[in-house]
Every structure is written in structure tokens, then in C-alpha cells.
């Protein structure tokens, strides 16, 4: 007699529909013993202001110039900018011949701006352990960037086109400074992993008449498994094709192409998203939860297709697996064939969903 296909415990595949591709499953290996590397967990003690913490209010930075004594959120160029404003314009390279160079060596110049956004002048607090309200200036600070970079583009010819909004926390995601703060790259082309999403929202879009994100947000408020948080405007779930242990998305609850096109209503429902997620990330295994997080929006000054096809979500991409020493890492066979997991998301979504909502520690609170 055949046995029934168990989706806790046998291997499968499950498909990515925002980037059009597969991720490996396969939850029996999450019995498995761990003899491999250990992170050190984060300290708890960490002072309120740092006197050598380039991001502190009133300090100097590397470059020699100074901080304002800052009393909210906080944005400044930044000083090590991976793209730049003042260079030449340089489009594909193409001679219009079939020649292998062509087909196989493309090089094209890319400028932009890049922003540090200081969520706080307290050196000691991260997102779980700041308020509401804070959260509110912080996600008014991205809306008034966004606007103010789209102005640019629009009234002075800047080179922008996309602002990628972003978040690495802790010494595990490679954070070299732990002040609470994100980063705001904007360029003039539309970064590849945003641009696959594009594609699967068009293709999506002709092929049902439909928007991929609605349809996933309805499916997924119909089954609920993979839901862990919810309110009036967004919902916290769990990906069905999850690559990191306890990866999450914030998606909106109806259609909303960018930032700049939220209410005041859903900026602190988002603040409020936030807190509850990354306070649930910390009691996870007691810990300060280490993660890479980023805005995914339409770009800036969009029409057409880009604004009506746009979907504001939000990814969470942490790397502890179980324990606040044991992390993820994507390497051998995901780097070969595809990303694989041990933890179902329906697993990941319930045990997330049932953490208490006060943080574990409070001290700073």
C-alpha cells in the first residue's frame, strides 16, 4: 500500500513566483546534530551613548565631519558611497555586431546616491526595543526621502530610479557599526533582484488580469498557516518559499504601489508590523536577532506598467537557525543547484505566531 506524501517530513520543491524559481525542502534533516560553526551571541550591555560610535549624536565621523546632536531619526549622505553622482554617463556598450564580445563582456556605468538613516540617538536600542511612535518618524523619514529623491529626478535631471531601502542588523549580517540604523541606495537602473520581480508581476499580470502579490494575499488570509501577524493594513507572513529558517514578509493588505502613496494610518500600522515582528525575532532563542531587511516598492517617479503593476512588500532575511548561535549558511548545493531548507514555513509561521509579544528583555524599554 503507498504511504501518504507527509510535507513535515519528506523532501519537495516549492515555487518562487516572484523571482520565477525553486527552493529545495527538506524538513527530515532539521533532526540532525550541529558540529559545525558557532556565532557569538549579541551583548545585552550596551551603553546608551558610545564616544567612539561614528553614528552617535554630537561625534565625529571617519571622513572628520561631525554629527548634529540629533534627537530623532537622522540621514546624512553617506561617507563610503558604493555608487556616485559625479562620474561620467556610460550606457551598454553594443557595436551592433554578433560578435562573442558582444554577446558575453556587457559593462554599464551606474550612478546614484547612498544615505545613512539613523533610527534613533539612543546607541543601545534596536527596532523591537524602540516605540511606536519612533517607528513612525523612522518610516516618515524613508516616505520624505523617497519623495525628495523623486523631486530630484523629476525638477533638477537627477540620475535616480530606484531607492533600495535597507537594514542590517547585527555583526552576523556584516554590521560594522550596532547604532540602530539602515541604509538608502539610490541608482539610476533598477537593481536585478527587484527587476525579476517586475518581470513576475507582469507576466503574472497577462496571464490572469490579476496582481501576483492580491492573489498571494488572498490565498494566504484564506489558508492562515503561514501567517503570523495582522492588522488593518498589512500582514506578516511566513513565504511559502522561504529560503532562511525564519524568513518573513510584510506585505500590503491591498494595493499599494510605494511609500510615498501611504496614509498616515499605514505608516503606523507599519511601524507597528515592525516592532511585533522583530520583538517576536528576539524572544526566538532570547537573543538580539540578527537579520538583512529591505523595501520592495515601485520606483521612483513610476508610470505605466512599473506604478500599476508595483505591490509594496517588505523582506526579512535572518540567518539564525536554531539557536542564537547557530546560523544558516547558503553554501555547497545552494550555491550549486538551488537554496534549500530544513523548517517548512507552515513550521517557521507557528512557531513565530506563538512567541509572546513582550520582549524578553526590558531594561531598555
Known amino acids: 500500500m503507498s504511504q501518504e506524501f507527509d510535507f513535515t517530513d519528506n523532501s519537495h520543491r516549492r515555487y518562487n513566483p516572484l523571482t520565477d524559481s525553486w527552493i ?3 524538513p527530515h534533516r532539521a533532526k540532525r546534530p550541529w558540529l559545525g560553526q ?20 554630537g561625534n565625529k565621523r571617519v571622513t572628520g565631519g561631525a554629527n548634529p546632536k540629533y534627537e530623532s531619526t537622522y540621514v546624512f549622505q ?3 558611497a558604493a555608487v556616485k553622482i559625479d562620474q561620467p554617463a556610460l550606457a551598454v556598450q553594443d557595436s551592433g555586431k554578433d560578435t562573442l564580445k558582444d554577446r558575453l563582456i556587457k559593462v554599464q556605468g551606474v550612478r546614484g546616491n547612498c544615505f545613512v538613516i539613523c533610527f534613533s540617538p539612543k546607541h543601545n536600542l534596536t527596532i523591537p526595543q524602540m516605540n511606536v511612535k519612533d517607528l513612525f518618524s523612522v518610516i516618515s523619514t524613508w516616505q520624505g526621502l523617497y519623495n525628495d529623491l523623486a523631486k530630484q529626478a523629476r525638477d533638477d535631471n537627477k540620475p535616480f530610479k530606484y531607492l533600495q531601502i535597507f537594514e542590517n542588523k ?12 539602515g541604509q538608502a541606495w539610490c541608482l539610476e537602473e533598477i537593481p536585478s533582484e527587484v527587476s525579476q520581480e517586475f518581470k513576475s508581476f507582469d507576466k503574472y499580470k497577462h496571464a490572469h488580469n490579476a496582481d501576483l502579490l492580491g492573489d498571494y494575499v488572498k490565498l494566504e488570509m484564506e489558508e492562515r498557516s503561514r501567517i503570523v501577524l495582522e492588522n488593518d493594513s498589512f500582514l506578516v507572513l511566513v513565504p511559502y518559499w522561504a529560503v532562511w529558517p525564519f524568513e518573513t514578509m510584510i506585505v500590503a493588505k491591498t494595493k499599494t504601489p ?20 522583530t520583538v517576536k525575532y528576539d524572544n526566538l532563542f532570547e537573543t538580539s536577532f540578527p537579520y538583512s531587511m529591505g523595501l520592495h ?8 506598467d512599473e506604478l500599476n503593476n508595483a505591490w509594496f512588500h517588505m523582506h526579512f532575511y535572518p540567518p ?13 548545493f ?12 507552515e513550521q517557521a509561521a507557528e512557531r513565530l505566531r506563538k512567541l509572546d509579544g513582550v520582549h524578553h528583555y526590558t531594561e531598555n524599554l
Request: charged residues 20%; contains cysteine.
Open 78 to 80: 553617506n561617507d563610503f
Open 258 to 277: 510605494s511609500i510615498a502613496h501611504f496614509t498616515d494610518k499605514q505608516k503606523e500600522d507599519l511601524a507597528s508590523m515592525m516592532k511585533q515582528l
Open 38 to 57: 558557532q556565532e557569538t551571541p549579541a551583548k545585552s550591555t550596551i551603553p546608551e551613548y558610545d564616544e567612539k560610535c561614528f553614528l552617535c549624536p
Open 297 to 304: 516598492q515601485a520606483p521612483l517617479n513610476a508610470t505605466g
Open 170 to 181: 547585527g555583526t552576523a549580517m556584516g554590521c560594522s557599526n550596532l547604532h540602530p540604523h
Open 320 to 332: 539564525l537557525l536554531r539557536s542564537a548561535t547557530v546560523r544558516k549558511f547558503l553554501v555547497g
Open 24 to 26: 529545495l525542502v527538506s
Open 334 to 345: 545552494e550555491m550549486l543547484g538551488e537554496p534549500q531548507r530544513d523548517l517548512t514555513a
